[in-house]
């Protein structure tokens, strides 16, 4: 099994602003906004060093999209930040009409994502959020995994022509992606190669699935992981050829199993190639409050679950 | 630039090809189109500083963004008369496979749109956004919007009018078309927006009214009196009133005329009202 080092656990938020710090040095058009939540998003040293290119929008989401859509018009290419519950379910038609349908270069970049935001609960969980971005025509959606993969990503988002919905998190976790490793939208990273099962993971629970192969190795099981970064436009032929040859699939996933990475997935195999598949995912429900360890433990969401889950789809083979 | 004559000319031909327009479709949004000939003609040919053909990023040239999106029929035909698209695509509105689509869009890259409207009280956002982007640029052009008075029961103008009083958007003119009417009836008996000037004010905008929208001496004088108060550290706001279905004696005084389209004897009668002056497409 290949081996992945810890570098040392750190915030996916914090990858986000060590991009955006970056790119406020290399591009020039590139400009922030937020709403009210800067300590939050950790944009400080991109406000520092670029004022004039950061736009505080106060408690205004709806407003914040908006004004990122009209940026655009002159060239502007506005990363419009806040937490994933109010960057999408709270101002889907202002990015549906304005930014989607209006294809406009907008980057919203959303933290704080999924169970993992803990304590403050459920109104501030969102677990629909990749489902309402994933069905707007032309969106691109992002979950990186880690720290490093989470600053490539928001470096390589600058490049890309056209709205993307750019998804991450509060907790520190493993971070393992290499740090010089360019990231490329739509194109799923092999880190494990393996022949009994295939496991498609995105975002936080990459690292748990990286955990769960190591233990099913143990056993005797070959798991290949593949880290599904882009859940879209996402990479039929990486999925496709992996699961060809092992003949069964778990994907995992911190979001609901409906609307995301899971359904995606089953819509390709469905249409090429059936095959029996797992869903870690949270099973239609709210969240509640609690350390995002308890949370991912009580919804199903670490690498115990993943385990079970490919000992089930093997029995389905 | 045009004298008055050839201004007023336009704006009945601009009548004629709104009434013309939902008439084949038999749907769109004729009252408020009329209520706006006016605005639009003055707009631009007379206000805006355009370049010469678009894109969309639109450096160097003022820009117009109409956040009432369902007065599109006013929008396109101004817009075709001003050289942006062939006249005879008017012919076009509201039919499959049509760059003039219900409601204005960038998706099929008409050009003179750049946003798309419709869903209601989001214009104002974007035009923020452009007129940030001329300051970032070092363009010292003016970002106009149209907005409608019924659309400013939706929350994100408020958003909007707080942020650009807040921020110092001197280089944006606002709009609003302020013809007391709105789909369920007037607008103080749907929900009362009371006094918009006011509103405004106390958010921090200049405002200045248009007590005759439907003037056109009126609405260039107001129009250029808005443009001389940009750049004094306020957004600028114009309360406009006018008379929704302007031009046609049966659509005045009521908001029946919203979104319906005229019968054919209808059509027969609004246009025998305005004479052809420029030419049918």
């Known amino acids: 099994m290949t081996k992945y080092i810890d570098q040392g656990k750190q915030d996916t938020r914090s990858g986000y602003g060590a991009g955006m710090t970056e790119l406020g040095r290399t591009n020039p058009n590139v400009v922030s906004l937020c709403a009210d939540l800067v300590g939050s998003l950790k944009i400080d040293t991109f406000i520092k060093e670029n004022p004039e290119r950061f736009f505080q929008v106060g408690i205004a989401e709806a407003n914040m999209m908006g004004i990122a859509a009209g940026l655009t018009i002159g060239g502007k290419i506005p990363f419009a930040s806040t937490f994933?519950?109010?960057?999408?379910?709270?101002v889907y038609d202002q990015i549906r009409q304005s930014i989607a349908y209006s294809d406009k270069n907008v980057k919203i970049c959303a933290s704080h994502s999924g169970l993992t935001l803990g304590e403050d609960g459920a109104t501030h969980q969102i677990l629909e959020d990749i489902g309402l971005m994933k069905m707007l025509p032309g969106m691109t959606v992002i979950n990186p995994c880690d720290y490093n993969q989470t600053k490539s990503a928001t470096i390589a988002i600058a490049e890309h022509h056209g709205p993307v919905y750019l998804r991450f998190g509060r907790p520190k976790v493993a971070n393992f992606t290499?740090?010089?490793?360019?990231?490329?939208?739509?194109?799923?990273?092999?880190?494990?190669?393996?022949?009994?099962?295939?496991?498609?993971?995105?975002?936080?629970?990459?690292?748990?699935?990286?955990?769960?192969?190591?233990?099913?190795?143990?056993?005797?099981?070959?798991?290949?992981?593949?880290?599904?970064?882009?859940?879209?436009?996402?990479?039929?032929?990486?999925?496709?050829?992996?699961?060809?040859?092992?003949?069964?699939?778990?994907?995992?996933?911190?979001?609901?199993?409906?609307?995301?990475?899971?359904?995606?997935?089953?819509?390709?195999?469905?249409?090429?190639?059936?095959?029996?598949?797992?869903?870690?995912?949270?099973?239609?429900?709210?969240?509640?409050?609690?350390?995002?360890?308890?949370l991912m433990e009580k919804y199903g969401l670490n690498n115990k679950a993943i385990e079970e889950a490919v000992l089930k789809v093997l029995k389905r083979k | 630039m045009p004298n008055t004559q050839e201004l007023q000319d336009l704006v009945i031909q601009v009548r004629r090809d709104i009434l013309r327009m939902v008439h084949k479709v038999n749907s769109g949004h004729p009252g408020g189109s009329l209520g706006c000939t006016e605005f639009f003609v003055a707009l631009y040919n007379e206000i805006m500083d355009l370049k010469d053909?678009?894109?969309?990023?639109?450096?160097?040239?003022?820009?117009?963004?109409?956040?009432?999106?369902?007065?599109?029929?006013?929008?396109?035909?101004?817009?075709?008369?001003?050289?942006?698209?062939?006249?005879?695509?008017?012919n076009t509105f509201r039919l499959i496979d049509s760059r003039l689509q219900g409601h204005p869009t960038t998706h099929e890259r008409l050009p003179g749109v750049r946003v798309a409207s419709g869903s209601l009280g989001q214009g104002m956002s974007v035009a923020i956004g452009a007129a940030l982007a001329k300051k970032l640029n070092g363009d010292d052009h003016l970002v106009f919007s149209l907005h409608g008075d019924g659309e400013l029961q939706e929350g994100q103008n408020w958003e909007a009018i707080m942020y650009a009083a807040g921020n110092k958007v001197d280089n944006l003119i606002a709009t609003v078309d302020r013809n007391g009417q709105q789909i369920d009836g007037g607008t103080e008996?749907?929900?009362?927006?009371?006094?918009?000037?006011?509103?405004?004010?106390?958010?921090?905008?200049?405002?200045?009214?248009?007590?005759?929208?439907?003037?056109?001496?009126?609405?260039?004088?107001?129009?250029?009196?808005?443009?001389?108060?940009?750049?004094?550290?306020?957004?600028?706001?114009?309360?406009?009133?006018?008379?929704?279905?302007?031009?046609?004696?049966?659509?005045?005084?009521?908001?029946?005329?919203?979104?319906?389209?005229?019968?054919?004897?209808?059509?027969?009668?609004a246009l025998e009202q305005n004479p052809e002056t420029l030419g049918d497409y």
């Open chain 1, 178 to 294: 290499p740090v010089d490793q360019k990231f490329e939208i739509g194109k799923a990273l092999m880190l494990n190669k393996g022949t009994d099962v295939t496991i498609l993971a995105t975002g936080h629970l990459v690292w748990q699935s990286l955990l769960a192969a190591e233990s099913l190795e143990n056993q005797g099981i070959s798991a290949e992981v593949i880290n599904i970064h882009t859940i879209k436009p996402l990479d039929d032929k990486a999925i496709l050829d992996s699961v060809k040859k092992t003949g069964c699939v778990v994907t995992a996933e911190e979001h609901n199993y409906l609307g995301g990475l899971g359904e995606s997935v089953a819509r390709v195999l469905a249409t090429h190639h059936p095959t029996p598949q797992e869903f870690v995912a949270t099973q239609d429900t709210f969240g509640e409050s609690g350390t995002p360890e308890q």
């Open chain 1, 84 to 90: 994933a519950n109010f960057a999408t379910g709270r």
């Open chain 2, 189 to 269: 008996d749907v929900l009362p927006i009371g006094d918009v000037a006011e509103k405004f004010k106390v958010f921090g905008w200049d405002v200045l009214e248009i007590e005759n929208g439907n003037d056109l001496e009126q609405v260039i004088a107001g129009l250029n009196e808005a443009k001389s108060r940009t750049g004094k550290g306020k957004p600028v706001c114009i309360v406009m009133k006018t008379e929704m279905g302007n031009g046609v004696d049966f659509m005045m005084h009521t908001h029946a005329w919203h979104g319906k389209a005229p019968s054919d004897e209808q059509l027969a009668t």
């Open chain 2, 53 to 90: 053909g678009f894109d969309m990023d639109g450096i160097g040239e003022d820009l117009f963004f109409l956040s009432n999106g369902h007065i599109s029929p006013v929008f396109y035909s101004v817009l075709a008369r001003k050289g942006y698209f062939p006249i005879e695509e008017l």
